[in-house]
């Protein structure tokens, strides 16, 4: 098992910044893409960006000039920088991982809220 602990969320006025971390620990093989997704009320979990061992990344739409992600891999550990934030990011944020043998891990989520 893997677990996910994500933090660095809170409340940030829009245009400002946050950055989100994510600490794998546990008995696992190895992880290969580490991802975050989020989560508004009354919406659908959505990918915002991911990260594979090798440094690959994929970003949204919605994100991409904003967000940046990034990797330890030798910590196991998963951040996500997140400038000029709107307050349609506002969000429940999730660390997501994926090893080797395909087992889907996610973290309990931090709240992101975007308000003046």
């Known amino acids: 098992q893997v677990q996910l602990v994500e933090s660095g969320g809170g409340l940030v006025q829009p245009g400002g910044s946050l950055r989100l971390s994510c600490a794998a620990s546990?008995?696992?093989?190895?992880?290969?893409?580490m991802g975050w997704y989020r989560q508004a009320p009354g919406k659908e979990r959505e990918l915002v960006a991911r990260?594979?061992?090798?440094?690959?990344?994929v970003y949204a739409d919605f994100v991409k000039g904003r967000f940046t992600i990034s990797r330890d891999n030798a910590k196991n550990t998963l951040v996500l920088q997140m400038n000029s934030l709107k307050p349609e990011d506002t969000a429940v944020y999730y660390c997501n991982a994926v090893n080797e043998l395909r087992a889907v891990f996610w973290g309990q989520g931090t709240q992101v809220t975007v308000s003046s």
């Open positions: 546990g008995s696992f093989f190895s992880i290969n893409a």
């Open positions: 990260i594979t061992s090798g440094g690959s990344t």
